[in-house]
């Protein structure tokens, strides 16, 4: 289906307060032909447009390479996000720029949850409107200021000193812990076919984001599956500093405790309820699974580690997160369950 190439770039920035790199301004697939095209799906022009694949670059840099069957699903995907893009807009010109950034009933927990008794219709009205919005899709544009605000990671950054991230950088710099160790060793392999993630401004990035977040947290310190995490936040965030706070209410807030600790109890115990949960809403899938021996972990460990970011195109990864950095870890089951439903229907 698809496949990653590496391809040469020359547009990207390494300085940690300012963009991290630049993406292509127009769509968010760019063909690497002059023009997009819808392949034909009669039966002679269908057997001879299979003989055809065509290279995409998505809108975070990775190459992807498909049939015709998967380009004109991904010329589908590109319109709909555009579309979406032009509902959020209207919906600024309706409610004022940066609507979403007000107090609303927060569906994560925790941070931004008002009380009934104070509870306003705008409020409400606009809690809704944000969770119809972002299940829909949030335009790649908004992403970093939506994710910051309704993740609670604008509210966690305001806690400390401005100057929190950069001095927790300085103060590591030159450390080597078992978690330094690793994260070194694990950098080239990170998305190894991603040209910025592979160059070596982009690993010192995600370096400094990786080794900063072992250094405050220590009990989590660094598990492998975060290096995916924090470069797909780097290069949605632009800039290291937000990709740290993401990732820091991510491992803090919003997903099950402990995912990311030693023993990885959080994940286990994720993976028990996903088993039970397959046994009841996919009982015949389960049933197969059963008989075959076959352990579901095997696959789904990954998936809730690395978030699918290893599992599934960016753009459509990214979707998941729009859900996740909402409405908390319960997404993650959903998609798991899904991409289960797919598969056996495919």
Known sequence: ?????????????????????????????????????????????????????????????????????????????????????????????????????????????????????????????????????????????????????????????????????????????????????????????TFPCHPWLNSEDGQASLRRVLVGYSFRDSEVGYCQGLNYVAALLLLVMKTEEDAFWMLAVLLENVLVNDCYTDNLSGCHVEQRVFKDLLAKKCPRIAAHLEAMGFDVSLVATEWFLCLFSKTLPSETTLRVWDVLFNEGAKVLFHVALAIFKVCVHS
């Open 1 to 189: 289906m698809f496949s990653t190439q590496i391809r040469d770039v020359d547009d990207f920035n390494p300085r940690r307060r300012r963009t991290l790199w630049n993406t292509p301004a127009a769509s968010m697939l760019t063909t690497t032909t002059t023009h997009t095209i819808r392949y034909p799906t009669s039966r002679k022009g269908h057997a001879n447009a299979h003989q055809l694949s065509a290279k995409f670059e998505d809108l975070y840099g990775f190459m992807v390479e498909g049939n015709v069957d998967d380009v004109n699903v991904l010329n589908d995907v590109r319109e709909k996000i555009r579309e979406q893009g032009r509902v959020w807009w209207a919906v600024e010109a309706s409610k004022g720029a940066n609507w979403y950034l007000q107090p609303r009933i927060s569906s994560n927990g925790g941070e931004g949850v008002i009380s009934v008794t104070s509870l306003k219709l705008s409020v409400l009205t606009n809690t809704i409107t944000l969770r119809r919005l972002i299940r829909k899709g949030v335009p790649p544009v908004l992403r970093p200021k939506v994710w910051l605000s309704v993740s609670g990671a604008a509210k966690k950054r305001s806690t400390v000193p401005e100057t929190y991230y950069d001095e927790l950088i300085r103060a590591t710099e030159g450390k080597t812990t078992p978690a330094t160790l690793q994260i070194d060793h694990d950098l080239p392999r």
